[in-house]
């Protein structure tokens, strides 16, 4: 009988040990979960201090850069561009915080070039001059009351290649075959190109062509109908042949976006084919001639029909520009005014 009370008690101190180390377990656990949520919302609380301490910092450096910034208003736009000078008019517009009309002259630093601007309807304005395909930079402003000079830093960067003349983006969605044959090749193409025209102001168009280059010359030009008609008829032909017609709302005539922005928009439905002999590079690329006689021509494509291993190399370095902004502009006699990369397209 001892022996069975003996054996009793020892089975319920050994339950008992399994439950307080069963609580134990639970407690330990407990204990690293509050650490790691202590750890957590110190985390957060030191993060939250950082960023207040950051935010309070930039706000005071805007506010001593706003303290020490002597203008009000400081902008410009672009103007007529000027073709056979190959200049472009850039309006600049100056407010400062302190002046005395008639008595604070006022100029800027453009190009190494100092110009003054001319106070009028409680601002200062100018229309400058600067290289319509190049990038200019107005990098100070400058205050003088009567030998008493104060100076600003600008940073204005100006390239009236984007708001001067126009900007032509192309691009195709749709197939095209390549039917390899023993001395040429077929090529059948089925390809809605998108043509995009956008300028600051209001633009015309003289005409807008697909042209095909074989081995760098001029081989297929195809016209692109812009009136209404036209268009229609290429978006209803790309139906019939595509699974999806990109969503486009051509033909679009001088629409203006928010940003005063004007814009035209085509296609242009391409399905005839040709014989590509062997060993050719095809390139092709969308030409639009504007109102003032200039040519842009926008890389769209390329294949090789077993062309050479220098070719194939060269065409790689212009694959990264198709559908980009043009990368070779004309003038009315042929000649290059503009190259996006020199010398890669020529």
């Given at each position: 009988m001892k022996k069975d009370f003996t054996t009793m008690i020892s089975v319920v101190v050994c339950v008992l040990l399994v439950v307080n180390l069963i609580q134990i377990h639970h407690l330990k656990q407990d204990v690293t979960d509050l650490r790691a949520e202590t750890r957590n919302e110190l985390r957060a609380v030191s993060n939250s201090i950082s960023s207040n301490v950051s935010s309070i910092s930039e706000n005071i450096r805007s506010a001593m850069e706003e303290e020490r910034n002597l203008l009000t208003t400081g902008q410009w736009q672009c103007g007529e561009a000027d073709i056979e000078k190959k200049t472009a008019e850039v309006i600049c517009t100056i407010v400062p915080k302190e002046y005395t009309p008639g008595s604070t002259q006022v100029s800027i630093l453009c190009n190494g070039k100092e110009w003054k601007l001319a106070y009028q309807d409680s601002e200062y304005t100018t229309k400058i001059e600067v290289p319509l395909f190049e990038r200019s930079e107005v990098v100070q402003v400058k205050l003088n009351d009567h030998g008493t000079i104060?100076?600003?830093?600008?940073?204005?960067?100006?390239?009236?290649?984007?708001?001067?003349?126009?900007?032509?983006?192309?691009?195709?969605?749709?197939?095209?075959?390549?039917?390899?044959?023993?001395?040429?090749?077929?090529?059948?193409?089925?390809?809605?190109?998108?043509i995009l025209l956008e300028k600051e102001g209001e633009f015309t168009i003289r005409s807008a062509d697909v042209l095909v280059l074989l081995d760098g010359k001029e081989y297929k030009r195809f016209p692109v109908d812009l009136t209404e008609k036209g268009q229609?008829?290429?978006?209803?032909?790309?139906?019939?042949?595509?699974?999806?017609?990109?969503?486009?709302?051509?033909?679009?005539?001088?629409?203006?976006?928010?940003?005063?922005?004007?814009?035209?928009?085509?296609?242009?439905?391409?399905?005839?084919?040709?014989?590509?002999?062997?060993?050719?590079?095809?390139?092709?690329?969308?030409?639009?001639?504007?109102?003032?006689?200039?040519?842009?021509?926008?890389?769209?494509?390329?294949?090789?029909?077993?062309?050479?291993?220098?070719?194939?190399?060269?065409?790689?370095?212009?694959?990264?520009?198709?559908?980009?902004?043009?990368?070779?502009?004309?003038?009315?006699?042929?000649?290059?005014?503009?190259?996006?990369?020199?010398?890669?397209?020529r």
């Open positions: 104060r100076t600003q830093e600008l940073d204005w960067v100006i390239e009236p290649r984007y708001g001067a003349v126009l900007n032509v983006n192309a691009r195709y969605d749709g197939r095209s075959v390549v039917h390899h044959n023993r001395q040429s090749h077929t090529y059948a193409p089925e390809q809605l190109v998108e229609e008829a290429y978006k209803n032909a790309a139906s019939k042949k595509l699974e999806r017609i990109p969503e486009s709302d051509a033909p679009a005539y001088s629409r203006k976006d928010d940003s005063g922005i004007y814009y035209e928009r085509y296609v242009y439905w391409m399905d005839q084919g040709w014989d590509v002999p062997e060993g050719s590079i095809v390139e092709f690329y969308v030409e639009v001639v504007d109102e003032t006689g200039l040519r842009y021509r926008s890389f769209l494509e390329w294949f090789e029909a077993s062309g050479s291993e220098e070719a194939i190399r060269q065409m790689d370095e212009k694959s990264p520009y198709m559908g980009a902004e043009p990368v070779l502009i004309f003038d009315e006699t042929g000649t290059i005014v503009y190259e996006l990369v020199p010398g890669l397209f």
